[in-house]
């Protein structure tokens, strides 16, 4: 078994920042690729970025180039999410979500509780 438990979420303004913490543990691979996804009201879940093992490939969505920062601790089986200059289209519940890489690609396999994160205008 996998876990991965979020945190950081919360209640900001618009132009804040904030940091999101998701810890794998159990039989998580040091050599996952790790992401975050999230949904909006509404809406239905999207990719908002991911880092393989070594943290030396991401993958950003339009939407927040520029203003989030993705980074990981593979010892630690961590990955931190630095959000900035937050928007209120920003407001989602943000998942975590692990998986192996294969030939196919990223296999999102594993998926944390969710943290909320609201942006007030």
């Known amino acids: 078994q996998v876990q991965l438990v979020e945190s950081g979420g919360g209640l900001v303004q618009a132009g804040d920042s904030l940091r999101l913490t998701c810890a794998a543990s159990?039989?998580?691979?040091?050599?996952?690729?790790m992401g975050w996804f999230r949904r909006a009201p509404g809406k239905e879940r999207e990719f908002v970025v991911s880092?393989?093992?070594?943290?030396?490939?991401?993958s950003y969505a339009e939407s927040v180039k520029g203003r989030f920062t993705i980074s990981r601790d593979s010892a630690k089986k961590t990955v931190y999410l630095q959000m900035n200059s937050l928007k209120p289209e920003d407001t989602a519940v943000y998942y975590c979500?692990?998986?192996?890489?294969?030939?196919?690609?990223?296999?999102?396999?594993?998926w944390g509780q969710g943290t909320q994160v609201t942006v007030s205008s």
């Open positions: 159990g039989r998580a691979s040091s050599t996952y690729v």
């Open positions: 979500a692990a998986g192996p890489v294969t030939t196919t690609g990223y296999e999102w396999h594993y």
């Open positions: 880092i393989n093992w070594s943290g030396s490939s991401t």
